[in-house]
């Protein structure tokens, strides 16, 4: 895809990265127990940032129990923030939260640089990783259902927030008041969607009728889910010698790669998915239904963990909760704790308290991969 939507730039030398300041709220409230705390949010946004091709230079951090309506952070903390992207010249803030339109246009008075929020970021590395053409439509679906609402009639929001698709083009060359510019906007936009969830249609038929068949022949199928960059890929490879993308990076993989596998003596099939990750963008959940279809529709489902994430516990309950909004909650689990060869052993034992049933393993170096494998079969002979 032209990158002209892009917010980062992936090619380029971190030297020569736009510069990002990353702006988020501490919630000193009870919400600060439940979740998994400012820094790890934090930690991640900067990752996502960075798998987005952004080099992040600051971040701004304000307590208070929740985020101000007209400005996200408050108004000394938005001229802090000011004075911050003036002094390092800094191209773009990141919110670590979802930013109403009305905060976004304040900030951006304010600060007088771009400012997006975390759900951007996340359709923008989503553009950029969608490989076929089913990710590609689900991608620009989800980037519509995020546009629409955000439209402003100056063409502005088109290039500067993700962007689709039509991005450089749409409101292009339209004159006349502000209102008739954004109405002609929300149209083309709307009639593209229209034309694209046609095409989704159709694909998601061919999904099933490929599910179908793959069910007629009494194949069993397991869908590997779990956090972004938790080894999905690394563990469809070592159970199967396919050679998915693996990648050091968030959302490398977007397009299920179905295989078919004989594990022990269970013969299988073994599709590899898009990963989950905390905030996961709603539109992105709507418009990729069809390829999580996959995990929704599977025998069972193999909920592969990073046993070396400190936040490991929270990233599991994350995924629980995705896979009970895409309707796969009641699919059978097997839980992979996986990458136990850069694990502290405590935190394995730990893991395993707390999920008895759990199997220790390494994609990398194929610890674990026998009884891994002896317990997938169990479940599947189980059926
Ligand atoms: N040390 C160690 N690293 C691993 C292991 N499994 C995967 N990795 C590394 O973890 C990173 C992510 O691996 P992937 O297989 O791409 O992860 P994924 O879950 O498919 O990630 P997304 O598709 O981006 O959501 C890569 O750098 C892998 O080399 C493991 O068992 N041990
Ligand atoms: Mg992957």
């Known amino acids: 895809m032209a990158g002209q939507w892009l917010l980062g730039n992936g090619g380029a030398p971190r030297g020569e990265r736009p510069t990002a300041v990353l702006l988020a709220v501490h919630r000193e409230d009870e919400a600060a127990d439940t979740g998994p705390g400012t820094e790890v949010s934090l930690a991640e946004l900067r990752r996502l940032a960075d798998t987005d091709g952004l080099s992040v230079v600051d971040e701004v951090v304000q307590n208070r129990p929740r985020p101000d309506p007209a400005t996200f952070v408050g108004s000394g903390k938005v001229d802090e923030l000011a004075a911050l992207t003036e002094r390092t010249g800094a191209d773009l803030v990141i919110a670590d939260g979802e930013l109403s339109p009305g905060q976004v246009r304040n900030l951006e008075e304010r600060v007088g640089v771009r400012v997006v929020d975390r759900t951007a970021?996340?359709?923008?590395?989503?553009?950029?990783?969608?490989?076929?053409?089913?990710?590609?439509?689900?991608?620009?679906?989800?980037?519509?259902?995020?546009?629409?609402?955000?439209?402003?009639?100056?063409?502005?929001?088109?290039?500067?927030?993700?962007?689709?698709?039509?991005?450089?083009?749409?409101?292009?060359g339209v004159r006349g008041p502000g209102e008739m510019r954004l109405e002609t906007q929300r149209r083309r936009l709307r009639h593209r969607a229209t034309t694209l969830r046609r095409n989704a249609t159709e694909l998601a038929r061919r999904r099933q009728r490929n599910r179908e068949r793959r069910a007629r022949n009494q194949v069993p199928s397991v869908a590997i889910t779990g956090y972004t960059n938790a080894g999905k890929s690394a563990l469809l490879n070592r159970l199967t010698g396919a050679d998915a993308q693996v990648q050091d990076v968030l959302f490398a993989t977007l397009d299920p790669t179905v295989r078919r596998v004989r594990v022990d003596d269970v013969l299988c099939t073994v599709t590899d998915t898009v990963g989950f990750v905390r905030h996961l963008p709603h539109q992105l959940v709507d418009a990729f239904r069809s390829t999580l279809d996959e995990v929704s529709r599977s025998d069972l489902v193999l909920h592969v963990v990073d046993a070396s994430a400190p936040d490991a516990l929270d990233q599991i309950t994350t995924v629980h909760g995705v896979l009970h909004e895409i309707g796969a909650g009641d699919v059978p689990e097997l839980l992979v704790l996986n990458k136990i060869d850069v694990t502290p052993p405590e935190w394995v034992d730990a893991l395993q308290r707390a999920y008895p049933e759990a199997v220790p393993a390494s994609a990398l170096t194929g610890a674990g991969g026998n009884e891994l494998r002896a317990a997938l079969a169990a479940r599947l002979r189980r059926r």
């Open 121 to 172: 970021l996340i359709l923008d590395i989503f553009a950029e990783h969608a490989r076929t053409s089913e990710g590609r439509l689900q991608v620009e679906l989800a980037q519509i259902a995020y546009q629409l609402p955000r439209l402003r009639g100056d063409g502005r929001s088109m290039s500067r927030v993700g962007g689709g698709r039509m991005a450089g083009g749409a409101g292009m």
